[in-house]
C-alpha cells in the first residue's frame, strides 16, 4: 500500500488527483459543528496533500497532526505550506492499519478521514484502524469520516473500496459514539466526474472509558 501511493504522488501532480479539493466545505461545516478550542489536538488521517490543514491553520488552530503512508504527499503539503506555517503542524508518516508513531500520541480532540477509510476493504485492515481511532479519541472528542456512499464508486485510484453509510459507520465505531450529523456529498474531481460520499460526525461519550 506505501508503495503504491508514494508511486501515485510522484507520478500525478496534486491538483490533478481524482480526491483533490480545493476548498474542503463539507469537513469544514463539520469542524464548526464541534466548536473546537483554538489549541484543540486535530489528527488529520491520510492527509495526502489536503487543503484542510491551510484552511485550519488559517481559522487559528494551532496543534494539528497531518498523517499520511507516503512521505512524499506530506512533502507536497509542506511545499505548499511553506516553512513557516509546517513548523505549526506536527507530521507522521505512519500506517493506519500497522501504527508505529500513531500508537505513542496522546488522546486527541478531533479525528478526522477524508477518502481514507473505504481503501480498508480487509477486516483485519478496518479492526486496525477503529482500534486505533479508540485508542486516540478522547472522551467527549469527535470523529469525522466522509467515504464512499453506498451509491459511489466501487474502485478508487486502482484499488477496490467498501462504501458505507452512516449507519454502518455507527456500527463500526460502536455505542460509546453518538452519531450528531450526516449528509450525502456529490464531489466533483478535477477531471469534472462526479463521486458520491457520506460525511459524518460522531462524538464519543464523555463518560466513556479509554
Not at 463539520?30 to 486535530?42: D, F, R, V, Y
Not at 488521517?45 to 484552511?55: C, F, I, N, R, S
Not at 478496518?126 to 485508542?135: E, G, P, S, T
Request: charged share 25%; aromatic share 10%.
Amino acid at each position: 500500500m506505501k508503495e503504491h501511493w508514494e508511486n501515485v504522488y510522484d507520478h500525478k501532480a496534486v491538483e490533478k488527483l481524482g480526491w483533490y479539493e480545493s476548498s474542503p466545505g463539507p469537513s469544514l461545516r463539520l469542524i464548526e459543528e464541534c466548536k473546537l478550542p483554538k489549541n484543540a489536538k486535530i489528527l488529520n488521517v491520510g492527509a495526502g496533500a489536503t487543503t484542510l490543514v491551510d484552511e485550519l491553520l488559517q481559522l487559528g488552530y494551532r496543534n494539528i497532526i497531518a498523517n499520511d503512508i507516503s512521505k512524499k504527499a506530506l512533502k507536497e503539503l509542506q511545499a505548499r505550506l511553506g516553512a513557516e506555517r509546517s513548523a505549526l503542524v506536527r507530521w507522521l508518516v505512519d500506517d493506519l492499519t500497522d501504527p508505529l508513531e500513531l500508537n505513542e500520541l496522546e488522546q486527541i480532540d478531533l479525528w478526522h478521514d477524508r477518502a481514507v477509510l473505504h481503501f480498508f476493504t480487509e477486516p483485519d485492515s478496518q479492526d486496525a484502524y477503529f482500534n486505533l481511532l479508540l485508542k486516540l479519541v478522547r472522551p467527549g472528542g469527535y470523529v469525522i469520516i466522509a467515504a464512499f456512499n453506498l451509491k459511489g464508486a466501487t474502485q478508487c485510484s486502482g484499488l477496490p473500496v467498501r462504501r458505507y453509510d452512516a449507519g454502518m459507520l455507527q456500527q463500526k465505531l460502536g455505542g460509546e459514539f453518538t452519531l450528531l450529523d450526516s449528509f450525502d456529498h456529490t464531489y466533483t474531481q478535477p477531471s469534472g466526474d462526479t463521486r458520491e460520499y457520506v460525511y459524518a460526525l460522531f462524538r464519543r461519550r464523555a463518560n466513556e472509558p479509554i
